[in-house]
């Protein structure tokens, strides 16, 4: 006679907590061409609700980043500006 073994049952795969966008670090270029920042999360995201980040405007979160398009850094409408973490070039998989 052949006992059954059981197996244990399967739990889902745990969700992983989101990643936060960085606290500090960001800086944007102005349109005369000038690097601004280093500028809080918090900053940025009072500026973001007033309005004042163009699509075209050249961003980035941490100072070995590439200045990139704040539309490339937050696509729309998959993530939300400076709520959920920006793909940062070559860091995002």
Known sequence: ???QQQQPAQQPPAQQPQ???PADGW???DPKGNIQGQFKLSDMK???KMGYFRPDLKMRCCKEDAFTDFS???PRPQTLPFES?????GKNT
Do not use: N, T
Request: glycine share 0%; no cysteine.
């Open 19 to 21: 990643k936060q966008p």
């Open 72 to 74: 490339a850094l937050y």
């Open 46 to 48: 009072q500026w973001y």
């Open 27 to 29: 800086q944007y270029v």
């Open 85 to 89: 973490y920006p793909k940062r070039p």
């Open 1 to 3: 006679q052949q006992q």
